[in-house]
């Protein structure tokens, strides 16, 4: 139920954080320059209260109203201090070379006169007292002449400079970043025509040399004798071959292990080199043995060397379930049509529709097509037990493929002809199914994974 109250998200954009920072960093700078100025409003006062050379002085501008007594009425609200303006003044030397010698003499425009410390109001102004012995007259000061910039409020304003340039570069890698992102996109979008069409072109090349390569297959099939039961030696499962011209790549299963020349690269996987580059594997040149005639090797795909990889579809004993991107799928399943029709023509093939709605996938005209399948018992051995007879090699009897999920119907009918106890049959289907044994997912870039042998393969076109 709804309170009316949605759910925070739990990464906020990118774009509110960067403002936010932005705007702290802008209060920052605000503070600093405030502190800046106060600190230099308390330089000022400290200055001039402890008299860092500094006097009040009056300048008169017009001697016939400008007396001591006015200045003193007017500074220090006394006129009965103009005593003490005199002699303050008396005997010092004005720009003009005159002098004040006494309190009843006219004033010269222009003589500055020096101050009590308390004077106040308009008239009054700062300078500084040159201390010559000689009384010459202090020169006056504007008071930025008087003032100073204490190392505080300089540390203050070159922070300030320092964080508003941070907050620019902030700024302008958000936009930096956005606009490199908004290129990124527009080049993927104008490459990606022409990345797909030179991805299936390639992926067509493959297809075309899997139809032209005949000795991959024949050294895959030799390479299995080598896995044969004989003599008092068990069969060791091959569940995938890697063939190229330096040598061949098994997988096996974890417990079995093999002798030299055979050199385990992991777990699963043993390598033997050959002879000479393009050599065919043991057993190729006489009769196969109960492994090779009972496989049916096929070419998932190629690596990211080029190499082809084999699957043994004898192994698959059930249903193969290929989903991802459904275009990619269909391809995956026709290569593994095409490849049973090379290497065991003429094998029975029924095609079941799916859900979807989906074209039905091609039947290449080496394989047998029926429209309808016997549901008939398979020759399963049955003294090792259900278990061990799902787990066990069936070899190809017929192929059952579906381009998209089963129905209710259809899948009854594939558990039928593929499912344990059912007809034997081996099922291939592009999409999901419930209990597939095999599952593949692949993607629009053309490749497959295959995760129970951890490879990633190039499906041909």
Not at 315 to 321: A, E, K, N, T, Y
Request: aromatic letters at 4%; proline letters at 6%.
């Amino acid at each position: 139920m709804n309170n009316g109250f949605s759910a925070m998200p739990l990464h906020r954009p990118t774009t509110w954080t960067a403002r936010r920072t932005a705007r702290t960093v802008l209060r920052a700078v605000v503070v600093l320059l405030c502190v800046f100025w106060a600190a230099l409003g308390v330089n000022a006062s400290a200055s001039a209260a402890d008299g860092d050379g500094l006097v009040k002085v009056f300048v008169v501008n017009d001697p016939g109203t400008d007396t001591l007594q006015s200045i003193a009425a007017a500074t220090l609200s006394d006129p009965g201090r103009a005593g003490e303006i005199f002699q303050l003044n008396r005997g010092r030397a004005q720009r003009d070379g005159g002098a004040l010698n006494d309190p009843s003499e006219q004033l010269h425009p222009g003589w500055i006169l020096r101050l009590p410390p308390d004077a106040s109001g308009p008239g009054v102004q700062l300078a500084r007292d040159s201390g010559n012995e000689n009384g010459s007259a202090a020169r006056a000061t504007t008071w930025t002449d008087a003032l100073t910039i204490p190392l505080p409020a300089a540390v203050a304003v070159l922070g300030a400079l320092v964080l508003a340039l941070v907050t620019a570069g902030i700024m302008a890698r958000q936009r930096t970043r956005r606009a490199f992102a908004a290129v990124s996109r527009l080049i993927r979008t104008l490459s990606d025509p022409g990345r797909r069409r030179r991805g299936i072109e390639a992926r067509r090349s493959l297809s075309k040399r899997f139809a032209a390569d005949a000795d991959s297959v024949r050294r895959a099939y030799g390479t299995l004798d080598e896995f044969s039961a004989a003599d008092r030696r068990r069969e060791k499962p091959v569940h995938a071959l890697r063939v190229d011209d330096a040598g061949v790549t098994v997988w096996l299963s974890p417990s079995d292990a093999m002798d030299a020349p055979w050199t385990s690269l992991d777990t699963t996987r043993w390598r033997r080199q050959t002879g000479r580059a393009g050599a065919a594997g043991p057993g190729t040149g006489g009769a196969a043995g109960n492994s090779a005639a009972e496989a049916c090797l096929v070419r998932a795909g190629a690596d990211a060397d080029g190499q082809p990889v084999f699957v043994d579809l004898s192994r698959l004993d059930g249903v193969l379930s290929v989903t991802g991107d459904h275009t990619v799928a269909r391809e995956a399943v026709q290569n593994l049509l095409a490849e049973v029709e090379r290497s065991r023509p003429y094998t029975p093939v029924t095609v079941l529709r799916g859900t979807d709605g989906a074209p039905p996938l091609t039947v290449p005209p080496g394989l047998q097509q029926v429209v309808r399948v016997e549901e008939t018992a398979p020759a399963v051995e049955h003294r090792y037990g259900t278990v061990r007879g799902a787990a066990s090699r069936r070899p190809v009897k017929g192929l059952v493929v579906m381009a998209g999920t089963p129905t209710e119907r259809e899948a009854a009918e594939l558990a039928a002809l593929c499912g344990p106890g059912g007809a034997g049959w081996t099922g291939l289907v592009c999409g999901e199914v419930d209990g597939a044994h095999w599952r593949w997912y692949t993607d629009a870039q053309g490749e497959v994974d295959i995760p129970v042998l951890g490879v990633k393969l190039t499906v041909p076109a």
